[in-house]
């Protein structure tokens, strides 16, 4: 046999070539007798190329954020409302402080109106003064406005002597009717006398007594230091009191209930403690209330719990009377605002009467003079 590579005889043993070494493979046999074998080329390695390093671009250094424009705004918005709250809390302080005595200090209004300025509550007042005298009429005629119905309590004269008076002196001395309001009640017949407005609210500037009366309706055996406090002489003590009162009572909606449940009167309600601000509310009243729940005190027994000295602040009556009072002012010096609730006692004249002025000059000589007015003609 030949080499197939050179073509040299090979090695019959081994099939090895003598020339160039190529050793002739054996042949396999197949199924196929015609298929040759054909030889296996030998292929050298071939050297592995190392991989390419990947470029990793360097990482960007972020540059500082600015703080937001919008946080800053919200900060100082922060701090400007913060500010007016204490502004404002300060404000409410300083008027707090200054109405620490119930009668002394400004008020919002003086009564009968929400705000007087305003030309549409005039004509307003105009329409409640209108509404009064009809309600007026019908008292005198010995009817309820509401119910049509005879009242017991009501004069059937159309000329009441007492009450021709009251508005001829009302008429003669004030530019306002509205300025001065009375009503009297003749203790010994519960015949009520009323001036024109009588029915109107005003602020209720030292009226202490619609608290003693419920708390006395509510709890009749309870609370007896509270309740001789509450008609003390003493403005500090009749504040603490007073007071103590309402909380008793369940706070000012409660005894405003039990005032117009137990005493059927329509303009007395109370719209903050006493000594505190009138900012938000007010305590009102009408004389004709005023002087029904002095009816109601003297009912009981005990006038004698109204113990203001009106003399000594300049009040004059007759010799014959004795005078159980309270008084209320918007200013302890100037008595542009001033109130008199008071049970008169003498040999002829026995009556309550609740006097209630606005825009006062000389308030103590209007009381003065109503005041003998009310006993000349129940005498």
């Known amino acids: 046999m030949f080499c197939e590579r050179c073509g ?30 054909q030889p296996v080329m030998q292929v050298p390695p071939q050297p592995q190329t190392p991989p ?46 200054m109405d620490i005595i119930e009668g002394f200090g400004p008020s919002a209004s003086y009564g009968y109106d929400d705000d007087d300025d305003d030309d549409n509550d005039k004509d307003d007042e105009k329409d409640d003064t209108e509404k009064d005298d009809k309600d007026d009429k019908d008292d005198k005629d010995g009817k309820d406005s509401k119910s049509g119905k005879s009242s017991a309590a009501k004069n059937s004269n159309d000329d009441i002597e007492l009450e021709k008076e009251l508005n001829e002196y009302i008429s003669d001395n004030f530019a306002e009717r509205t300025d001065v309001t009375v009503c009297v009640i003749d203790n010994k017949t519960g ?19 619609p608290i003693y009366l419920a708390l ?13 406090d509450i008609m003390s002489s003493n403005i500090a003590l ?38 505190a601000s009138s900012i ?26 109204l113990q203001y000295n009106i ?31 008071a049970i008169a006692k003498g040999t002829k004249a026995d ?3 609740a006097i209630m002025t606005v825009n006062q000059t000389n308030a103590v000589q209007t009381v003065s003079d109503i005041l003998e007015i009310a006993e000349d003609e129940l005498s």
């Open 191 to 209: 015949e009520i006398y009323k001036s024109r407005g009588a029915n109107k609210q005003y602020v209720a500037w030292g009226f202490y007594l």
């Open 8 to 37: 040299n005889r090979l090695d019959p043993a081994t099939n090895k070539c003598f020339n160039c070494g190529f050793v002739l493979a054996e042949e396999t046999p197949t199924d196929n007798p015609t298929q040759i074998q």
């Open 216 to 228: 006395d309706a509510e709890y009749p055996n309870d609370y007896a230091d509270t309740k001789a």
């Open 280 to 305: 938000y509310g007010d305590n009102y009243t009408s004389a004709e209330d005023a002087a029904k729940l002095l009816k109601e005190l003297d009912d009981k027994g005990k006038h004698d719990l």
């Open 351 to 353: 009556f309550s009467i």
């Open 238 to 275: 009749c504040n603490t009191a007073a007071n103590n009162g309402i909380d008793y009572l369940g706070g000012l909606d409660s005894l405003n209930e039990v005032i117009s449940d137990n005493f059927k009167v329509k303009k007395t309600s109370f719209g903050r403690k006493f000594g």
């Open 311 to 341: 003399a000594a602040q300049g009040i004059n009556y007759s010799k014959d009377l004795s005078v159980y009072a309270h008084t209320g002012t918007d200013n302890a010096n100037v008595k542009s605002t001033y109130n008199v609730f």
């Open 52 to 97: 390419m390093p990947q470029y990793t671009p360097p990482m960007q250094a972020q540059p500082p954020q600015k703080p937001k424009k919008g946080s800053n705004k919200a900060v100082l918005w922060l701090i400007i409302i913060l500010l007016i709250l204490a502004l404002l809390g300060a404000g409410v302080y300083a008027v707090y402080q």
